[in-house]
């Protein structure tokens, strides 16, 4: 399981896959996405199965997000700021969320 949570209502903390450096290609990308055009997009969902009905929960739309600062490699925490505040009906769970 991942190291995901909101920080704020406008910053969340997400680990990258266990083999993400900071020198990799996908380390690279997610920190000069701006630079060469690409957008982030965050989704989050709070459990893997539905817990009533034991399906695999859909995740949910946070928004768009920018690269803030990472710390680590292998994996990379990351701090993405959303370009919108977190949904009220969501930041109560975002401690726990998983990213995707």
Not at 28 to 51: A, C, M, P, T
Request: charged share 25%; proline share 2%; aromatic share 12%.
């Amino acid at each position: 399981m991942y190291n995901d949570y909101s920080i704020s209502s406008e910053l969340f903390h997400w680990q990258s896959q266990s083999t993400t450096s900071e020198g990799s290609k996908t380390g690279q990308r997610y920190i000069n996405h701006k630079k060469n055009g690409s957008k982030i997009l965050l989704f989050v969902r709070e459990f893997k199965k539905d817990k009533a009905s034991g399906a695999t929960e859909a995740y949910k739309f946070l928004g768009t997000a920018e690269y803030v600062s990472h710390e680590g490699s292998r994996p990379m925490n990351i701090v993405w700021k959303l370009d919108y505040a977190i949904p009220a009906k969501y930041i109560t769970k975002t401690n726990k969320l998983l990213a995707g």
